[in-house]
């Protein structure tokens, strides 16, 4: 079982940083594959990006390549998503979300595939 607790949200201005942060309690955090989720007001949830177990992979949505960086930190149980250059249309709730692979080496995009998910943290970006 792994509990996550999402935290770094906020209202920030168009072109401000931010940096989300999920906690992983739980046992062999390094064995799960994390993901950034987001999900604004009328709209579907959708993939921001993702990690491989050991941080050797990655994988960003088109909408915050360039923009977004995801890390994580296996000793601490943390995962990160660094966001730069803010957008309004970045204004969502964000998810992180785990699923188990023991492998350590892949990343998964899709949401149906996650087994636990944190409650969220809401990002308001002004214009």
């Known amino acids: 079982q792994v509990q996550l607790v999402e935290s770094g949200g906020g209202l920030v201005q168009a072109g401000d940083s931010l940096r989300l942060s999920c906690a992983a309690s739980?046992?062999?955090?390094?064995?799960?594959?994390m993901g950034w989720f987001r999900q604004a007001p009328g709209k579907e949830r959708e993939i921001v990006g993702a990690?491989?177990?050991?941080?050797?992979?990655?994988y960003y949505a088109d909408s915050v390549k360039g923009r977004a960086t995801i890390s994580r930190d296996n000793a601490k149980n943390m995962v990160y998503l660094q966001m730069n250059r803010l957008k309004p249309e970045d204004t969502a709730v964000y998810y992180c979300?785990?699923?188990?692979?023991?492998?350590?080496?892949?990343?998964?995009?899709?949401?149906?595939?996650?087994?636990?998910w944190g409650q969220g943290t809401q990002v308001t970006v002004s214009s």
């Open positions: 739980g046992r062999a955090f390094s064995r799960h594959a």
């Open positions: 990690i491989s177990g050991t941080g050797g992979a990655t």
């Open positions: 979300a785990a699923r188990r692979d023991f492998s350590g080496t892949s990343y998964y995009t899709a949401e149906y595939v996650y087994d636990y």
